[in-house]
Nanobody, 121 residues
Framework: VQLQASGGGLVRAGGSLNVSCAAS????????MGWFRQAPGKEREFVAA????????DYRDSVKGRFTISRDNAKNTVFLQMNSLKPEDTALYYC???????????????WGEGTQVTVSS
């Protein structure tokens, strides 16, 4: 699976961004999809995950109620809608695909290139 993320940018605190990740290669619907992020000097961390059919989602506590992950299997694309953004959300955001799990770095089978999200105060 090849993953290509896009949609990052610069936004003021309280604003919104929608990042997306287009997949190609193996059947997209066979993979759990997720988003991770990595801020400068920090470890890459889990942000959100979505099940094969989109029926189940999970988020890190700090983004619950602000971020929404979704997927469109017909378009081989996963989305992350980010609202009420905070400066601490600033990071390089990576999409990830896994056959069994996408909550842990070591369970991810495929990574996309990161897309930068910068939130100014």
């Amino acid at each position: 699976v090849q993953l290509q993320a896009s949609g990052g940018g610069l936004v003021r605190a309280g604003g919104s961004l929608n990042v997306s990740c287009a997949a190609s290669g193996r059947p997209f619907s066979g993979y759990l999809m997720g988003w991770f992020r990595q801020a400068p000097g920090k470890e890459r961390e889990f942000v959100a995950a979505i099940s094969w059919n989109g029926g189940s989602t999970d988020y890190r506590d700090s983004v619950k109620g602000r971020f929404t992950i979704s997927r469109d299997n017909a378009k081989n694309t996963v989305f992350l809608q980010m609202n009420s953004l905070k400066p601490e959300d600033t990071a390089l955001y990576y999409c990830a695909a896994g056959r069994h799990n996408v909550h842990d770095l070591y369970d991810v089978d495929y990574w996309g290139e990161g897309t930068q999200v910068t939130v100014s105060s």
